[in-house]
């Protein structure tokens, strides 16, 4: 009876074992090539190397638009790169701002390293400022950010750490990574125990915690105006986390745009989105 219960014990260690493996691997990040460039809706455009941390170079694009118009750069989420943010290439490059898009490393053609962070995203988008300056692709203080999901969250900490950021607008942001990853996790029935070691584990890969890293704990610090956009269907970074932003920002900082028919990655179909977020940028970014 005795070798039945080692038996049961092994095979349970092995089982937990596995799954925690299998569950720390789906935390890094897909690698997808561009499907599509400005080029292939008739934009203008040059693709640009950006030197980065640890030596690496990120690969992005520089569109330009009206000389005198403010530069905005824009994020992609997990997993994803430039080419998800053609819809806004799109429809800012028509009202004449000069636009960057790059991605993140580890993403699309940008250079590996180890894992990618929230903040590691936040480094990348300080690395495209200062090459911006230095090339003279940002010629003043007029920047704004675009950053979608975990983008937007990275977005929200750069502007908290670098004064030269004066507005931000996020979709589907999150407040908390720990939060959110717990919740997915969570979502896919992975018991308390394992949860709690794999966040363990990924908090000592990548040097942090990730609760030290919120934007809700940042937010506050900048003096950047933020428009946070969040569907209230959104299940992968639920609305709860957008009004945790809003509370935690300075007082007339901070605008939140609910949208109750939207999810995730949906928002930019919102009837009357491409108005909001040009009135947005225009009156904060004045030319």
Not at 81 to 106: C, Q, T, V
Not at 256 to 267: A, K
Request: proline fraction near 5%.
């Amino acid at each position: 009876m005795a070798m039945i219960f080692v038996w049961i014990f092994l095979f349970l260690l092995a089982a937990s074992l596995g799954l925690f493996l299998m569950i720390t691997k789906s935390f890094k990040n897909p690698v997808r090539i561009h499907d599509k460039t400005p080029d292939d809706f008739d934009i203008p455009f040059e693709e640009i190397q950006i030197p980065a941390n640890n030596n690496t170079v990120l690969y992005g694009w520089w569109i330009p638009g009206n000389n005198a118009a403010p530069t905005i750069i824009l994020i992609h989420g997990w997993g994803r790169n430039a080419g998800r943010m053609m819809p806004y290439i799109r429809n800012l490059h028509e009202k004449g701002f000069n636009l960057i898009a790059f991605d993140s490393r580890n993403h699309g053609s940008s250079d590996k390293d180890s894992f990618s962070t929230m903040l590691k995203f936040a480094e990348d988008i300080r690395s495209v400022i200062d090459h911006g300056f230095e090339k003279g692709f940002i010629h003043d203080s007029r920047i704004g950010l675009i950053g979608l999901s975990i983008g937007g969250a990275a977005s929200i900490y750069a502007a908290a750490h670098d004064e030269r950021i004066r507005a931000v607008i996020t979709v589907g942001a999150f407040a908390n990574p720990r939060e959110v990853m717990i919740k997915q996790l969570r979502d896919h029935y992975i018991p308390t125990p394992i949860i709690k070691l794999t966040l363990s584990y990924l908090e000592h890969k990548v040097g942090f915690k990730f609760s030290d890293i919120a934007p809700q704990k940042h937010i506050h610090n900048s003096e950047a105006v933020f428009l946070l956009i969040h569907g209230e269907k959104d299940v992968t970074v639920p609305y709860k986390q957008a009004e945790k932003l809003y509370r935690a920002g300075k007082e007339g900082k901070v605008h939140l745009w609910n949208q109750p028919d939207r999810g995730h990655s949906d928002c930019h179909h919102e009837k009357g989105f491409w108005t909001k977020v040009t009135a947005f940028l225009q009156e904060n970014l004045p030319v």
